[in-house]
């Protein structure tokens, strides 16, 4: 939950790939997505953005576009909804 209301507030997102978070996050175009357990390719992501702030700014306006087009159709909400419901159970 906390991921995507960061990607509604137009933040850059770095996660791990352990949840659904690749049915909303495109990898380099919002946000960022490393497989679990790979710190190589976390700090390689996390490098990569810090010495290029521009990148940041890119992929913080299209975190916040994909969040306000996925959402505004009653299908995506379900959607969030199971997300939200999948990871209460997790916790």
Same mark, same amino acid.
């Given at each position: $939950?906390?991921?995507?209301?960061? %990607? *509604? *507030? +137009?933040?850059? &997102?770095? &996660? *791990?790939? @352990?949840?659904?978070?690749? $049915?909303? @996050?495109?990898? +380099? =175009?919002? +946000?960022?997505?490393? !497989?679990?357990?790979? /710190?190589?390719?976390? $700090? #390689? @992501?996390?490098?990569? /953005?810090? #010495?290029? !702030?521009? &990148? @940041?700014?890119?992929?913080?306006?299209?975190?916040? =576009?994909? %969040? =306000?087009?996925?959402?505004?159709? =009653?299908?995506?909400?379900?959607?969030?909804?199971?997300?939200?419901?999948?990871?209460?159970?997790?916790?």
């Amino acid at each position: $939950r906390a991921v995507l209301e960061a %990607m *509604s *507030s +137009g933040c850059c &997102v770095v &996660v *791990s790939d @352990i949840s659904d978070f690749h $049915r909303f @996050i495109e990898h +380099g =175009k919002n +946000g960022f997505l490393f !497989p679990a357990g790979d /710190i190589g390719t976390l $700090r #390689n @992501i996390l490098q990569s /953005i810090l #010495n290029n !702030p521009a &990148v @940041i700014q890119e992929i913080s306006l299209e975190a916040s =576009k994909t %969040m =306000k087009q996925r959402f505004t159709d =009653k299908h995506e909400t379900l959607a969030l909804l199971e997300l939200y419901q999948q990871d209460a159970m997790m916790a």
